[in-house]
């Protein structure tokens, strides 16, 4: 099995090849000492119920998972809390403030781009619109719509993260 680390072959410091594997997540280069962790990118996504109880389900506008069912959401910047990156991962591309968030689960997952498994921890929260009016799509959203929760099938959700909170979600209502 490649390691996690594979594609990044020569010590970005001095471009030595022998920038080797130390455990399962870091390399050290033996030419300088650079010392290499990866560790999980923090990623949030969000179930917004709507006063009718229906679930904002999004439609993927890019690859991985192209086309497939999705909740809002996406990656924490650097410098950012976990709330802000949901609030403006949500506010892009739907276009809705979220109110009364709660913490539902975090599931560790790997997000395969530009040909990398980049491991992430993904963070799910429940949350509330005050307006649903103003629901738009854009960012990494082809589309969005409100459905009630038994019209919402985990099967037709791309990313396996979001499939298994999705149905611990399910299981609970
Ligand atoms: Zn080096």
Request: include cysteine.
């Amino acid at each position: 099995m490649l390691h996690v680390l594979d594609k990044f072959r020569y010590c970005p410091v001095c471009g030595s090849s022998h920038f080797e594997e130390q455990d399962e997540k870091s390399k050290l280069c033996k030419a300088c000492g650079f010392e290499y962790y990866l560790n999980p990118s923090a990623a949030v996504a969000a179930f917004i119920l709507n006063e009718r109880g229906e679930l904002l389900v999004t439609t993927r506008k890019k690859e991985p998972g192209k086309g497939t069912c999705d909740l809002p959401g996406g990656f924490c910047d650097i410098g950012e809390t976990i709330y802000e990156a949901l609030c403006r991962e949500v506010k892009e591309e739907t276009n809705l403030e979220i109110s009364d968030v709660e913490f539902f689960c975090s599931l560790p997952n790997k997000y395969r781009y530009s040909g990398f498994d980049v491991p992430t921890l993904d963070s799910f929260f429940v949350c509330k619109v005050a307006d649903t009016s103003v629901l738009s799509v854009s960012d990494d959203v082809s589309a969005a719509r409100w459905l009630p929760l038994d019209e919402v099938h985990t099967e037709e959700f791309g990313l396996r993260s979001i499939r298994q909170a999705l149905f611990d979600f399910l299981q609970r209502r």
